[in-house]
């Protein structure tokens, strides 16, 4: 029998926690707490626990999170900043938008960014590598911050996907001068419109980044210099409380989902996958996307859309230099760009019953056995 498996399922998550959730939206509705009040600040304190650092701060969303961050560590003009093009577009804004440029690189095999590659793109105007912990998965921080120590560049992390990942018992976001985080609704921890947050371990940067996010106002209510609207809402904080609450439960739950394709799929000499659960012992992979790399993926994604499951292309199918209209004319990443052919993104989140995900590995099997 045919199943529907949509992507995500926003509803599924909601229903869960039904009445949780809207007892606490009706609570903060009742006590009007909107900007800047108390449910923001125990999300802040539970984050800065569970992450084990110094600061965090509730922004906007994940994007204005590296922009801030950025600012506050006085990037601008004429520098450049290193990333992996095999990234969101926001990733490389957030430089373009501070003034710096940002500088692309390659992807290694597990789809992180290739530090060879690092090497190879720094200049004299270098002042920042911003690796992406993609896919729930945290980079081999030892080797990006060799190179950050050898030319004297700071490491800012975009870990919009990586909340609770961790390499060598160290959470991502927790390497460099500043971590930012996404919680936009698909994300590890979503809520319910856009949110995110900077973490530092830093007194200078949080400083910079308290001000900044809100006009550059003091604790005094006095403002000392520019800054910008980047408040987490106070509503969408009360909302990540709950979700919080069962969050390691949660990443326990997508890796054991990416345990079971692991399992059913490993065989298929035409697929690549994500390195499984508990392989590397200097990993602790939370799985934010179970992304893959397949052969014939074009006609595996309309055999499972025929089967009634929904699989996505991260990002439209291009990296980052792929982008038409964003000055990136000139590069080329034979690597990356070969990969992008190859990416899928199978269903991953909690409201999957292990039925579901044995069903996708049975439709991807009888694609590949035809
Ligand atoms: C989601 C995401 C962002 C941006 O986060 P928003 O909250 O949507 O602004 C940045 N980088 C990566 C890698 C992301 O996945």
């Not at 520098?79 to 430089?95: C, L, N, R």
């Not at 326990?252 to 079971?260: K, S």
């Not at 659960?277 to 200097?282: I, L, S, T, V």
């Not at 992008?340 to 989140?349: A, C, E, I, K, R």
């Amino acid at each position: 029998m045919t199943k529907n498996i949509p992507f995500f399922n926003y509803s599924a998550l909601f229903k869960k926690q039904e009445k949780e959730i809207m007892d606490t939206i009706y609570d903060v509705l009742s006590r009007g707490a909107y900007i800047l009040q108390n449910d923001l600040s125990k999300f802040e304190d539970k984050l800065k626990s569970f992450l084990n650092v110094k600061y965090a701060f509730g922004v906007s969303d994940g994007t204005n999170a590296l922009i801030l961050s950025l600012k506050a560590c006085d990037i601008s003009s004429d520098d450049e900043v290193i990333m992996s093009s095999h990234t969101y577009v926001a990733t490389a804004a957030s430089a373009h938008l501070v003034g710096a440029k940002p500088i692309l690189v390659e992807c290694k095999k597990d789809h992180m960014i290739d530090p060879d590659d690092i090497k190879r793109k720094i200049t004299k105007k270098t002042k920042v590598i911003m690796p992406t912990q993609l896919n729930g998965r945290t980079c081999d921080m030892d080797e990006i911050q060799k190179i950050a120590d050898e030319n004297n560049l700071i490491i800012i992390e975009d870990a919009a996907q990586g909340l609770g990942s961790q390499y060598k018992n160290k959470f991502a976001g927790t390497f460099g001068k500043a971590g930012a985080f996404s919680f936009y609704p698909a994300k590890l921890l979503g809520c319910f419109g856009d949110g995110g947050a900077v973490v530092t371990n830093d007194d200078q940067v949080a400083e910079k980044i308290f001000l900044l996010r809100d006009h550059g106002r003091n604790k005094d209510g006095e403002i000392i210099c520019w800054g910008t609207n980047s408040r987490l809402d106070n509503m969408q904080a009360a909302i990540l409380n709950i979700k919080f609450k069962t969050y390691k439960k949660d990443l326990y739950r997508r890796r054991e989902i990416a345990l079971i394709y692991n399992e059913a799929l490993k065989d298929i000499k035409e697929l690549k996958l994500p390195p499984p659960p508990n392989a590397e012992p200097n990993h602790f992979d939370v799985y934010q996307n179970y992304e893959l790399q397949a052969e014939k993926r074009d006609k595996l994604m309309a055999h499972l859309k025929e089967n009634g499951v929904d699989t996505i292309i991260q990002w439209g199918g291009k990296a980052v230099h792929q982008l038409k209209g964003l000055e990136f004319n000139n590069i080329s990443l034979p690597v990356v760009e070969k990969m992008t052919s190859q990416f899928l993104m199978l269903p991953m989140h909690t409201a999957l019953v292990d039925d579901d995900v044995n069903y996708i590995c049975d439709s991807i099997k009888k694609f590949y056995k035809k």
